[in-house]
């Protein structure tokens, strides 16, 4: 188990308020709220759940599992080349590249020698992985707390967007627990053959938010 001084690092990197602005982008949901398509909270937990399920969330926790487990930086380097890889838009491309090195800077103020063997751009999954294992942080744990804020990310844009309320937000986040939990388990013991997905209706979105208008998030 993660011991309570690397589980204070985890808390503190995975909150909202850590500067890696992700609050700034959207993953495509702006589009699908434009579209209509997600208008309440039963349809947001049904986008959210597919995503869990089949998407981009799942790819993420499948690399940061990867990168957990080794310091090599030349596998590193092919573990981001391969996320970055597996990005099906530009926006989405750089998201990642962008909250991931900010992650990298960020976390800068707690050293370790695995920040010197990061690639460049270093996608977001690959860097929470890698440092989350420099600091001892079980990687159950930060699988959980990962997936937990990219979901809780979704719903904010959701809460603001559709609009939400904050309660029905909340019932959302409370209903996609064991959900998170599963994908946490499952990510834990996959591997690279274990890759892919089928959530075409959010890649797409993510494809065409570049061309929404107007727009508040960034990708």
């Known amino acids: 188990m993660t011991e309570p001084q690397a589980l204070q690092k985890l808390l503190t990197w995975l909150s909202p308020a850590f500067p890696v602005g992700a609050f700034a982008w959207s993953a495509g949901l702006e589009t699908a709220i434009a579209d209509r398509v997600v208008t309440d909270s039963t349809a947001l937990e ?11 969330i799942r790819t993420d926790a499948i690399l940061l599992a990867q990168a957990h487990r080794t310091t090599s930086a030349t596998e590193l380097a092919e573990l981001a080349d ?3 890889a597996l990005t099906p838009a530009r926006e989405r491309l750089s998201e990642t590249s962008t909250t991931g090195n900010s992650f990298v800077t960020a976390t800068r103020a707690w050293p370790a020698e695995i920040l010197e063997r990061l690639p460049d751009p270093c ?34 844009v959701a809460v603001r967007l559709v609009p939400l309320g904050q309660t029905d937000g909340l019932r959302v986040m409370a209903a996609l627990e064991p959900t998170i939990a599963a994908l946490a388990r499952a990510a834990a013991i996959a591997t690279l053959a274990d890759l892919g997905s089928i959530a075409y ?7 065409r938010h570049e ?9």
């Open 46 to 56: 049904n986008w959210l759940a597919g995503t869990l399920a089949h998407g981009g």
């Open 82 to 84: 391969l996320c970055l």
């Open 123 to 156: 996608p977001y999954p690959i860097a929470v992985g890698a440092i989350a294992a420099a600091h001892q942080i079980d990687l159950d744990d930060a699988l959980l707390a990962y997936i937990t804020a990219a979901t809780h990310g979704q719903v904010s």
């Open 201 to 207: 209706a959010a890649d797409i979105a993510q494809m």
């Open 211 to 219: 061309t929404l208008e107007p727009r508040i998030f960034r990708s």
